[in-house]
């Protein structure tokens, strides 16, 4: 298994922190995205998209999208919930994380830290407050049940981690809730943390 990211990508590490939780061994290639490596015909030929996480799998073919890596690698594991409902409803988390979270917090997080923010102030301010609300969504739901799907960490929890446990360092303040799901993500048996930096061609729009 070979995993192309970017050390500075969240949708990156959620796949890398599921293969650690799963100790799963995997070849990893660093893709310098701000250089137009995920723009290469080669690239292209991988992810059509352009966009990093991909995964090769062993038959040589390509997966690409956080997600649905995830949900390719958690499959037959703990991490999978085990009757079809819940895994409905995990299925369900790893849609609101990409319409919810990703595009929302994410962005805002990556133009605040790039400094693209100064060209797009009013976006930026709008998916910050959306931001709030989609925490808020979270806390609402973890304030009942300590994982998002059944009593067990999930495929769904890794999923929304990933840009939920980054929103402060955009000032949006975790509720109560969501911080102690966060703990106890960060608490299970081969968590990894990571330290999210943008390269120096980040900060440039060009
Ligand atoms: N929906 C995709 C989004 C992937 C994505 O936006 N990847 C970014 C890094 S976080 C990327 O590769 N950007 C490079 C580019 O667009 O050229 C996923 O969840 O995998």
Redesign the pocket.
Known sequence: MRLYT?A?????Y?VELLLALLGRAYERVE?P??D?A??TPEFLQKNP?????VLELDDSTFL??????LWHLARGSAYMPRSLADQDRALAWLMF??SEI??VI?SAR?WILTGRDRTRRDETERRVAWGKQSLAVLAGVLSARKFLVGDQPSVADLAVYAYTHVAPEIALALPEPVAAWCARIAGLPGYVGRVFEYDAKARSET
């Open positions: 970017y500075g990508s969240p949708n990156g959620k893709v995205i701000f137009g995920s723009r998209a352009g966009r990093i996480p690409p999208e956080s997600n649905a890596i994380e990409q990703e595009p994410g990556f």
